[in-house]
């Protein structure tokens, strides 16, 4: 039984290593505004559809007083939520669990110590059917900064 657990313990451990590594990002002189519209432009021109676009820069640079902090994380921060129909069913039909990287997404900032730069980017995924999601949002990304 313990050696149940503790293969499970791994298991869950290295699951956990593989979503949290570190994403890939592109960094363009573009502004934030042209690249945000780069972005959707590519992704509906893909035929999908954008499920949600957050504003997380907004919402932490809105409640930074109230937290006590002085410091600004982003000077722009959205990310971009989307789910294509198809390549979620191929991977889910795979492995069910997959549901949980759904919806997919994409994010674009701008740090405020290089307001002249823009960064877009995608959480990796783990080895498996998820590296074709992962070879989608590359293309994505890749389109917008023009690298394709």
């Not at 503790?6 to 573009?30: E, H, K, R």
């Not at 902090?69 to 390549?87: G, M, R």
């Not at 492995?95 to 730069?117: A, H, M, S, W």
Request: net charge negative; proline share 6%; charged share 20%.
């Amino acid at each position: 039984m313990k050696a149940l657990l503790t293969a499970t313990t791994l298991a869950a451990f290295l699951a956990a290593a593989a979503v949290a590594a570190a994403p890939v990002t592109y960094t363009t002189s573009q502004s934030f505004e042209d690249v945000a519209f780069e972005l959707e432009t590519a992704i509906t021109g893909r035929g999908l559809v954008i499920d949600h676009v957050s504003h997380p820069g907004e919402m932490l640079e809105r409640t930074r007083a109230d937290l006590g902090s002085d410091k600004t994380i982003f000077l722009n921060a959205d990310i971009y939520s989307f789910c294509p129909v198809a390549l979620s069913r191929k991977v889910m039909e795979i492995d069910p669990l997959n549901i949980r990287f759904c919806p997919y997404g994409i994010f674009v900032l701008q740090y405020p110590e290089t307001p002249g730069k823009t960064t877009i980017g995608y959480s990796t995924y783990p080895e498996g059917p998820m590296k074709e999601v992962e070879e989608l949002l590359d293309g994505i990304v890749r389109e917008v900064v023009g690298l394709d």
